[in-house]
């Protein structure tokens, strides 16, 4: 185990250095962001695109619903034909039912963020369990269907997190931009900042709730049509995660996978 864990941090560090190297050549990459050290196991989408020969990009929601910041980002949806997908928390889900029901009739991914958002690698394996499944619950029952994707809160996780997922039949999505990288950006910045950093495949992060550490997302609010506009105007469409799942040409980095084995 040891081993492996140890050629695949070989494995995903090269990956990553020819990936960087390959942008910086082209010189279209100002400041790529960071690869964790920590190997992936199979299965976990993680800061890389996700392989696709489709100009395509998924847009994704943490930390909602919310009941001022949702509705602008599903106005904003609906205005420009986009489809996005957000990783809610079964508690604030609980509290605003209709928005989920909305996120749902309108064409979007609703996807789990656990129950409480409690950071999980300080849990249990089979608290994280409990987590994942408490917002399956309410998510299913609102929308009468079941996420099949799960992103831990604040990207947290551990191979306890990894098997949880796995033993419920989830893939843990994680990101490739995010949004809000720097709170002391402005809206323009922000937005131009992902713009210039998004690719096909790409799993663009931003936030229409507040329960983590920042309350005030008025700035992704503002950041969010110009990234939207900019997209489009480069050609990419917005496509929901399961969807651009769907269009992946190399199954590796996406494969379904079995859980690693107990320690
Ligand atoms: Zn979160």
Redesign the pocket.
Known sequence: MRVKLVVGAIVLFLAAASWLVTDAARGRVPAPPAVKARPAPRGVVWRVPVPTDQKVVALTF??GPDPVYTPVVLDLARAKGAKFTF?V?GRQGSLYPDLIKRMAAEGHAVEN?TWD?HEMTRLSERQDVSEIELCDSEITRITGSRPSFM?P??GEWDDDVYRATAALGYRVIMWSIELEHHPRRSPQQMAQRAINLARPGMIILA?D?A??RHFDRTKTMQALPILVDGLLKKGYRFVTVPELMGMATDTRQTAEAAPPAAR
């Open positions: 943490d930390d990783f928390v963020h958002h992103r809160p604040r936030h709730g329960v983590d």
